[in-house]
């Protein structure tokens, strides 16, 4: 089934050129089922980039998706154009009293700075509290999912010395997980990131799941079951030459940055990278999209009152 966006957005041709099944307001409304309702956060300065990068993994799901694009009220985005912003994105006071069966809260790259010290913080952990009530699922990614655990836990990110930048393999943790059916032993991620968490850090936390990590880059993949909330601190969702542009950018502004790890064929960035991450993507996204159709409330009305676990059985939301 496909994703239901806007036929101007810039993602719906990209898309349908790449053979990923899209769908406009008019086909959606022929269709005689309920789509799957997600939001996406996105709080990275390349907007158009992003929503293209998470709307291709959901669109490729046999759930019909409609995806709806959210901003911070209060900042205002300086590299994506007014115009598509105005557009294409609610921002979140305007849509905190609808349902949604999942939201994807992107990175931002703000990782230097403490959480308190993010002009949005105040607002954005708003939003972590209203997923308890509004929204079935969640999954935080890189910075995002720093910040959600950071929120429900009390879990710190720690600075690195050196960036972690390149693809690192991660071990398969917990295979019987229904997020990870399909998964090999060991599979590559992208990784691009100053700051890290630590996986004791994580293991004292009551609750919390790991369900892939890296000898190399540390804990990857974490499930939250009580807050129903997925975090991943690396980018499945990267396109094959998101790393290039970032080794190319720093480069080309004189910034100290080392060849990508395991990324372009024998580390030679002069050679075109090769995409390894890529089916475990779609399998991680296509996956958690199963879980929220298989445990989501018919009537979405309903989420926030009650919810089906992935095990079938019936508990009450949190708070």
């Excluded at 898309?15 to 309702?37: H, K, T």
């Excluded at 990614?141 to 393999?169: R, T, Y």
């Excluded at 890290?196 to 974490?222: F, K, N, T």
Aim: glycine share 6%; aromatic share 10%.
């Amino acid at each position: 089934m496909p994703i239901k966006i806007p036929s101007s957005l810039p993602a719906y041709d990209i898309l349908q050129n790449e053979g990923v099944m899209v769908m406009g307001e008019g086909r959606a409304a022929r269709q005689d089922i309920r789509p799957l309702r997600f939001g996406l956060l996105n709080l990275m300065p390349k907007k158009i980039q992003t929503e293209t990068q998470f709307a291709r993994l959901l669109g490729a799901t046999p759930i019909q998706i409609e995806l709806t694009l959210i901003r911070m009220s209060e900042h205002v985005s300086k590299t994506t154009a007014a115009d598509h912003m105005e557009a294409f994105y609610h921002p979140f006071q305007d849509v905190k009293d609808e349902k949604f069966d999942g939201l994807i809260i992107t990175g931002a790259p703000i990782e230097h700075l403490p959480f308190q010290d993010v002009t949005y913080w105040d607002e954005l952990r708003e939003v972590f509290d209203w997923t308890q009530s509004h929204v079935h699922s969640t999954f935080g990614v890189c910075w995002g999912g720093m910040a959600m655990i950071n929120h429900f836990h009390g879990i710190q990110k720690h600075m690195l010395d050196s960036k972690a930048f390149g693809c690192f393999p991660l071990q398969n943790l917990a295979p019987a997980s229904p997020y990870l059916r399909g998964f090999s032993d060991e599979c590559v991620i992208p990784v691009s990131r100053w700051t890290e968490m630590r996986q004791a850090e994580i293991d004292a936390a009551p609750g919390l799941v790991p369900l892939l990590g890296s000898d190399e880059a540390g804990p990857c993949l974490v499930q939250d079951p009580e807050q129903r909330a997925l975090y991943i601190f690396n980018h499945f969702e990267y396109d094959t030459a998101t790393l290039k542009q970032e080794y190319d950018r720093d480069v080309a502004a004189g910034k100290p940055i080392n060849v990508p790890m395991n990324y372009y064929p024998d580390d030679n960035p002069d050679l075109p990278p090769r995409n390894r991450w890529r089916s475990h993507a779609h399998l991680l996204y296509g996956n958690w999209v199963n879980e929220i159709y298989q445990t989501t409330p018919y009537d979405i009305r309903q989420i926030g009152t009650h919810y089906t676990t992935y095990n079938g059985e019936l508990q009450e939301y949190g708070a």
